[in-house]
């Protein structure tokens, strides 16, 4: 029998959060929902990773509800989401009842899968989430950040593998966030993972480098099980591959693929429009559509490569790219081969930034880089350059143990707090995460609802 291949949809979650810094609305691609629903995917992406920030920070959209809209419009397909373990969807770590919460919360809302990563691949980071996706009974997808240096090894990989399995997790998930899995690579490492653990294996890859299809391809021959991909207006450059190429490609190749051609030829047509809208009005610049081998040597991921050009064009030293582009590897090194990832990659960039700009290493550092060198992300993957660990830190203590242990619970203070303000635990959740965001939204909302009663007030 032909060995099935299964595809993640990313258009909603994170070819839009790669191409256009997820400014995708809601009502841009509600139309779509059901003939998604309909298209045979092994899910759809839909939620986590910058969406949830970028509902509330820019397109005035609780993300709760857009959740619940999607579930509704898409009874039949598993959603899907991206967590950043003990950092949630934020930027730093959370305490562990936060956690906890978001989770269930998530669930209850109507999330199937939940991919949980790590930026420094610390299984300390992962255990809470891990725990509470199994709890709140949904599937759990163990996720490797993927990256190489000089102490990243297959073996290291298969050992956390296994101890993600161990965590509950019942998929594993191969996140090469920056594209750079070369086919061979990505061969030996889901061999190296099938050799250890009878585990269905999802790759997620960018096409960045332009490998991504090569990469696929090889990943499955070695038994990757799902690929995520994204309709065809949507695909290539940041992004992923197209979901209707790698169809068609492994169909000729005798695998199995389950997907209806009909739908996706109508989202592809539906999306080109929506595309073009983006690119009319400058969201979409033709840089996150082009191949870059530079991210070979740089490693940088594709949401980090868009972020980096607005903050150098905010700054008006868009000249500067290429240089901060090269200090990138270097800043990583220093601080000890973190792979590059939300919310490492932010870290890492800006301090590149940073360290072009000022004509000093590290004469600027943010908080982050400092918390970091502290300790408060978990243990690196190799020891920080001393040097300058010591620059930055100066005489501030390191931590030991799990940086989660020390924070005090936060919900029953903030549930508190947002009394006759928060309507729901999801309310008192996005405050938690985005507090001045949430404050923000929870009057708009407020005004608009007002707006509405007196209009139909003076209607009647
Ligand atoms: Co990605």
């Known amino acids: 029998m032909a060995k099935k291949v299964q595809f993640v949809e990313t258009v909603l979650r994170d070819a839009n959060q790669s191409l256009i810094a997820t400014r995708l609305p809601f009502e841009k691609f509600e139309p779509m929902l059901q003939t998604i629903d309909k298209a045979g995917y092994y899910a759809a992406e839909c939620w986590g990773g910058a969406t949830f920030d970028v509902c509330l920070r820019y397109l005035n959209e609780d993300p709760w509800e857009r959740l619940r809209k999607i579930r509704k419009a898409m009874p039949n397909t598993k959603l899907q989401m991206l967590l950043r373990g003990q950092n949630v969807l934020g930027y730093s770590h959370y305490p562990d009842d936060f956690v906890k919460l978001f989770v269930q919360k998530a669930v209850e809302n109507g999330m199937d899968v939940i991919r949980i990563f790590d930026a420094l691949n610390d299984v300390k980071n992962l255990k809470v989430a891990m725990e509470a996706t199994v709890n709140a009974g949904a599937i759990a997808s163990g996720t490797i950040s993927y990256t190489t240096s000089p102490v990243h090894t297959h073996a290291k990989y298969v050992e956390m593998v296994k101890e993600l399995k161990e965590m509950g997790a019942s998929t594993i998930c191969i996140k090469d966030m920056a594209g750079i899995m070369g086919p061979q690579e990505a061969y030996d490492l889901v061999s190296a993972i099938k050799d250890a653990v009878d585990m269905p294996i999802d790759l997620h890859t960018h096409s960045t480098t332009g490998l991504a299809f090569m990469t696929y391809l090889k990943a499955v021959e070695a038994g990757c099980d799902i690929i995520d991909t994204a309709i065809s207006p949507f695909s290539g450059g940041t992004s992923q591959p197209a979901t209707e190429t790698l169809a068609y490609a492994l169909r000729q190749l005798g695998y199995e693929v389950e997907?209806?051609?009909?739908?996706?030829?109508?989202?592809?047509?539906?999306?080109?429009?929506?595309?073009?809208?983006?690119?009319?009005?400058?969201?979409?610049?033709?840089?996150?559509?082009?191949?870059?081998?530079?991210?070979?040597?740089?490693?940088?991921?594709?949401?980090?490569?868009?972020?980096?050009?607005?903050?150098?064009?905010?700054?008006?030293?868009?000249?500067?790219?290429?240089?901060?582009?090269?200090?990138?590897?270097?800043?990583?090194?220093?601080?000890?081969?973190?792979?590059?990832?939300?919310?490492?990659?932010?870290?890492?960039?800006?301090?590149?930034?940073?360290?072009?700009?000022?004509?000093?290493?590290?004469?600027?550092?943010?908080?982050?880089?400092?918390?970091?060198?502290?300790?408060?992300?978990?243990?690196?993957?190799?020891?920080?350059?001393?040097?300058?660990?010591?620059?930055?830190?100066?005489?501030?203590?390191?931590?030991?143990?799990?940086?989660?242990?020390?924070?005090?619970?936060?919900?029953?203070?903030?549930?508190?707090?947002?009394?006759?303000?928060?309507?729901?635990?999801?309310?008192?959740?996005?405050?938690?995460?985005?507090?001045?965001?949430?404050?923000k939204f929870f009057e708009e909302r407020k005004a608009k609802e007002e707006n509405e009663v007196t209009y139909t007030i003076v209607e009647a």
């Open 259 to 439: 997907l209806n051609d009909e739908c996706t030829t109508k989202m592809a047509d539906y999306f080109k429009g929506i595309r073009d809208e983006f690119v009319a009005d400058g969201t979409l610049m033709p840089k996150a559509m082009a191949t870059d081998t530079q991210c070979l040597t740089y490693q940088v991921p594709g949401g980090m490569l868009s972020n980096l050009l607005s903050q150098l064009k905010q700054m008006n030293a868009l000249d500067k790219f290429d240089e901060a582009l090269a200090e990138t590897p270097k800043v990583r090194a220093d601080l000890g081969y973190p792979p590059l990832v939300t919310p490492t990659s932010q870290m890492v960039g800006v301090q590149a930034v940073r360290n072009v700009l000022d004509g000093e290493r590290y004469k600027t550092v943010s908080k982050e880089i400092k918390a970091y060198c502290r300790g408060e992300y978990g243990t690196t993957p190799a020891p920080i350059n001393a040097e300058i660990k010591a620059k930055i830190l100066g005489d501030e203590k390191e931590l030991e143990g799990r940086y989660a242990d020390t924070l005090a619970p936060i919900v029953e203070d903030t549930r508190k707090k947002l009394e006759g303000i928060a309507r729901s635990d999801e309310d008192v959740l996005s405050y938690i995460a985005f507090p001045n965001l949430a404050e």
